[in-house]
């Protein structure tokens, strides 16, 4: 689709997901769309942002609005970033890259996942910043210490751990679809040709080098769906504050504990030198029926006192649900699924509209608010429903 195409036909994120819907082969579409067992952690994560209603005062003069925030010491010109997406590279060619462009162009910081199509240090070649590496627990601590070390060798601004991953949650549309890595297609039907062609043309010289890079090792001759295996089972159910605690001694620059949903734990990120948490259940895609991240969000808000900044992800689709987590007391948001949605319409261009769209859409929301700064959006305004 060309830029302009892309601006006139893709107006909002539902729009991105509707075109992403079309181009992808299913097993592809549900990867990225979907959640774990009935679904419903992924959609209270969008729909929890019903409960809270905006209250505009707009005689305070906002003719122009700043979205800047900062961030670890960084100024972001938009309160959205990019999280981290495994296997990104399955949606467009140099997917991470492409998206890791897209953030740095429109002023945002993006973050690498473990399971990148790319290498650590690919991406760092690139040279776009601000960029985050995101690590887990394996059994084999060395491992997670050496992908911390790789990026700190090659200069990534901090390190994400994710801390609910522990065991792979159950996506049964994935079982459904017998999804695997790589995605084994069946044969197209004469309907689905013609918007499914040029995805599986685009990705089929790809889908051979599609790999989780950060794992491979030299003269490692083992085969992809090996390698799934062998990163399921490095999984690490037994991991604890102590892995914390080394991760803390490994890594110089911030450390953000990615999963943070229980206000007692996130206290103690405090006392484990933690720089930063993300209010998150992994879209939904872990443990069914765990809290929406926005109604899990004032009790981490209120149990850190603005020692350090709070992140939130899952379900962010409007500007008005970033300014909304932001008045609950969120310094920013990440987006996932939306930047596999742009990446599968249109690679850099695709994520760089999806940015868009949400820059114009707050915009929008804070000029209607009668809010000229981000530090402006306060709990004032908001009236909040009662939680069912
Ligand atoms: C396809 C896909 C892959 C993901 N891979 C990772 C990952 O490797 N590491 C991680 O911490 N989170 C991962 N996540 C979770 C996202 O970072 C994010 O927490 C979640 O999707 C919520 O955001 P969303 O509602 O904007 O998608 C993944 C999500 C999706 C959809």
């Known amino acids: ?29 549900d990867f990225a769309d979907g959640g774990a067992e009935e679904e419903w952690t992924l959609r209270r994560n969008e729909s929890a942002f019903d409960r809270h209603h905006l209250v505009p005062q707009t005689l305070r003069g906002a003719a122009e609005r700043d979205l800047s925030v900062e961030l670890f010491d960084k100024t972001l010109a938009l309160p959205v970033m990019i999280g981290p997406t495994g296997l990104s590279g399955l949606f467009w060619p140099n997917g991470e890259i492409c998206a890791a462009r897209a953030a740095a162009a429109a002023g945002t910081a993006f973050c690498l996942s473990h399971a990148s199509v790319c290498t650590i240090e690919e991406l760092a070649e690139t040279g776009v910043a601000p960029r985050w590496m995101q690590v887990f627990i394996y059994k084999d601590r060395g491992f997670t210490r050496e992908l911390a070390e790789r990026a700190q060798a090659v200069g990534y601004d901090a390190l994400v751990l994710t801390i609910d991953n522990q065991l792979t949650g159950n996506r049964e549309r994935d079982v459904r679809n ?10 197209l039907d004469v309907a689905a040709m013609a918007t499914k ?5 685009r990705m089929r010289p790809e889908l051979k080098r599609i790999t989780f890079a950060n794992y491979v090792r030299p003269g490692d001759a083992s085969g992809l769906t090996r390698l799934a295996g062998r990163v399921a089972e490095m999984l690490d159910p037994a991991m604890s504050w102590r892995d914390v ?10 450390l953000i504990l990615k999963s943070v949903l229980s206000p007692v734990e996130a206290r103690e990120a405090l006392q484990h030198g933690v720089d930063g948490i993300v209010v998150s259940n992994h879209g939904g895609r872990q443990l069914d ?14 149990s850190v006192e603005g020692r350090i900044p709070v992140l939130l992800d899952g379900g962010v689709r409007r500007g008005a649900d970033v300014v909304k987590a932001l008045a609950l007391g969120a310094r920013a948001c990440l987006i ?3 930047q596999l949605w742009g990446l599968a319409v249109a690679g850099e261009q695709g994520v760089a509209r999806v940015l868009e769209i949400y820059r114009s859409e707050i915009d929008r929301v804070m000029g209607l608010s009668g809010l000229r700064r981000i530090a402006d959006i306060g709990a004032d305004l908001l009236r909040s429903a009662p939680r069912r």
């Open 289 to 302: 029926g765990a809290v929406s991240s926005i109604e899990a969000l004032p009790d981490v808000v209120e």
């Open 178 to 187: 017998g999804f695997t890595i790589p995605p084994r297609l069946a044969p």
């Open 336 to 338: 996932a699924r939306p």
């Open 197 to 201: 062609l040029p995805w599986l043309l």
């Open 1 to 29: 689709m060309t830029p302009e195409a892309l601006r006139r036909r893709v107006y909002n994120i539902a729009e991105m997901r509707r075109h992403a819907r079309r181009i992808l082969p299913k097993p592809v579409f």
């Open 245 to 254: 605690d080394e991760l803390r001694r490994v890594w110089n620059g911030p």
